[in-house]
């Protein structure tokens, strides 16, 4: 009896399981519009082999970081000034490396580590504002959690529920009413999400970038000032041959393999913003 009860417990299991998966691979995607909201630069390379792969197959990829990452360093001879531009130029460097046009990089301006603390309201209608306008069909962002929070550090975390809140604030007409009434824009829902930082127990999607790993490990070493010896005393965007090399060993470390295939993985959600947290 038992035995018949794990085995019908299975099959109503079974369909939840695999309706979680993209009814298309993400490696067959075209034609899409795709929206990544980050904290900080450099959060997209969570994905940077997906999104250099999207933007190869033909569809239109943007960034979208909402603090300068000003603050990331402890070099004691910059700025917040000199660590914006310094970051803003890694950043463009990096899209460039995947492919990725300059012109599709949005930048909100707040300060890194304090993302928590600003206006939430005024975030959440920046960025609704963006996915109105863009009219993404997928969002990729951290992932809020499944069921109960999953923890981040700060901008992370703050970055993970602003983009959970934008859009589902952006399919209601009479959320940020004015920009319809006044801009001329329109409602829009997103009903695809690629949700990265997931734990390990809540990924349901890998993708394969194979033949894409090479431009993730450019992207990537171009952080200088986050992945060399840049971090403690940043002396420019060009390394030694012999850091640049280990620098590169070390990012192409980070890339994980699956029966031998270099991989990103993601929780892929479909449906109303509201089954993020499902």
């Known amino acids: 009896m038992m035995r018949i009860i794990l ?28 929206l990544l909201i980050g904290a900080h ?22 960034i979208a ?81 499944k069921g109960e929070q999953r923890w981040h550090k700060a901008d992370h975390r703050a970055s993970s529920y602003l983009a959970a809140d934008a859009a589902r604030a952006a399919m209601w007409p009479l959320l940020f009413q004015g920009q319809i009434t006044m801009e001329g824009l329109e409602a829009h829902t997103v009903e695809e999400y690629m949700l990265f930082d997931s734990a390990e127990e809540d990924k349901n999607t890998w993708v394969d970038i194979s033949g894409f790993e090479d431009k993730k ?18 002396r420019g965007p060009e390394l030694p041959n012999e850091e640049a090399k280990e620098v590169r060993e070390r990012v192409s470390r980070r890339i994980e393999y699956r029966e031998g295939n270099p991989v990103e993985g993601f929780r892929y959600v479909k449906g109303l913003p509201d089954n993020i947290g499902r």
């Not at 299991?13 to 075209?30: C, H, N």
């Not at 630069?41 to 943007?62: C, F, I, K, R, W």
Request: negative net charge.
């Open 217 to 234: 490990i450019t992207a990537m070493s171009k952080y200088v000032s986050q992945w060399s010896s840049g971090w403690y005393d940043y």
């Open 41 to 62: 630069p450099d959060d997209d390379a969570y994905s940077m082999g997906t999104m250099a792969m999207l933007q190869a197959h033909g569809n239109e990829v943007y």
């Open 65 to 145: 970081i909402l603090t300068t990452g000003n603050v990331g360093t402890q070099d004691p001879g910059l700025s917040m000034v000199d660590l914006a531009r310094i970051r803003k130029q890694e950043e463009q460097a990096a899209l460039a490396a995947l492919g990725i046009p300059g012109d599709h990089y949005i930048n909100l301006g707040y300060d890194d580590g304090m993302l928590e603390y600003e206006n939430k309201k005024e975030v959440v209608a920046k960025l609704v504002r963006l996915i109105r306008q863009l009219k993404p069909d997928v969002i990729f962002s951290f992932d809020p959690g």
């Open 7 to 34: 085995i019908i417990a299975g099959c109503m299991l079974f369909p939840v399981l695999t309706s979680a998966q993209p009814e298309v691979p993400v490696e067959q995607w075209s034609e899409k519009t795709i």
